[in-house]
Nanobody, 124 residues
Framework: QVQLVESGGGLVQAGGSLRLSCAPS????????MGWFRQAPGKEREFVAA????????SYADSVRGRFTISRDVAKNTVYLQMNSLKPEDTAVYYC?????????????????WGQGTQVTVSS
């Protein structure tokens, strides 16, 4: 049984920063890639970033590349999303995800485990 618990969401002004954390609990797979997705009201869930099991490889959506940084504490099996230069269009519910795919292939259809989501709201 795997549970992903997100934290760090909140309200921030445009240009500000937030750091999301995802702390898995329960049984996990050591080879699993982890990532972040987001979903705004009325829109489909979209890929944000992913990181490989070793933490060495990362992938980002074009919309966040250069502003967001995904990292992983392998020992703690915890993933982070540092979000800088936030824009109002970043407003969404952010979901932590874990899967067996390589980080470059992670998408909303091959995720094995989802977190409950954490709200990120960016005001302007």
């Amino acid at each position: 049984q795997v549970q992903l618990v997100e934290s760090g969401g909140g309200l921030v002004q445009a240009g500000g920063s937030l750091r999301l954390s995802c702390a898995p609990s329960g049984r996990t797979v050591s080879s699993s890639a982890m990532g972040w997705f987001r979903q705004a009201p009325g829109k489909e869930r979209e890929f944000v970033a992913a990181i490989g099991s070793s933490g060495g490889g990362t992938s980002y959506a074009d919309s966040v590349r250069g502003r967001f940084t995904i990292s992983r504490d392998v020992a703690k099996n915890t993933v982070y999303l540092q979000m800088n230069s936030l824009k109002p269009e970043d407003t969404a519910v952010y979901y932590c995800a874990a899967g067996l795919s390589q980080y470059a292939y992670m998408n909303s259809h091959n995720v094995l485990y989802w977190g409950q989501g954490t709200q990120v709201t960016v005001s302007s």
